[in-house]
């Protein structure tokens, strides 16, 4: 029992600090209305409308070892000697699974985090300015606590 819940609580801190350190870049990136910014925007959020059924059944196969992608690809430009089963032992499997939930959430998340960018208010912005802040220490004292 301790070993499950050391593990799931091992497993639930990665995959949030993952999708926040993805989310976040992605809603500041995001935020502001630039060219092409409603594509970049549907583009992130579009993982999050497939179903996990489907998005496993994806992932099963870009992480096949014969007929994938990450393993035949890594063997044809030589990155690696032979092909490697991703699914095969723990560690590569966890971190696959990760890299799944974390392209899988962070649209969502990063949509989120958009809404709340865009809630602060402009005169914070325009005040810190004013007192002389650089953009580093208005993101820090504005941006980010968010």
């Known amino acids: 029992f301790w070993n499950a819940l050391r593990f799931t609580a091992f497993y639930t801190v990665i995959v949030t600090i993952a999708i926040f350190v993805v989310a976040f870049p992605l809603a500041l990136f995001v935020e502001r209305p630039r060219p092409l910014t409603n594509l970049y925007r549907t583009m992130f959020f579009m993982p999050a409308v497939v179903g996990f059924a489907s998005a496993s059944l994806l992932w099963s196969w870009l992480l096949n070892v014969d007929s994938g992608l990450f393993s035949p690809a890594a063997y044809?430009?030589?990155?690696?000697?032979?092909?490697?089963?991703?699914?095969?032992?723990?560690?590569?499997?966890?971190?696959?699974?990760?890299?799944?939930?974390?392209?899988?959430?962070?649209?969502?998340?990063?949509i989120i985090l958009m809404a709340g960018l865009q809630s602060i208010p402009q005169d914070l912005q325009e005040a810190a300015v004013i007192?002389?802040?650089?953009?580093?220490?208005?993101?820090?004292?504005?941006?980010l606590p968010l």
Do not use: E, H, Y
Request: hydrophobic share 60%.
């Open 131 to 143: 007192d002389g802040a650089g953009p580093f220490a208005r993101f820090r004292a504005i941006t």
């Open 76 to 110: 044809d430009l030589g990155l690696i000697d032979r092909k490697f089963n991703l699914l095969a032992t723990f560690q590569p499997a966890f971190w696959s699974i990760i890299a799944m939930v974390v392209w899988k959430v962070a649209g969502f998340t990063m």
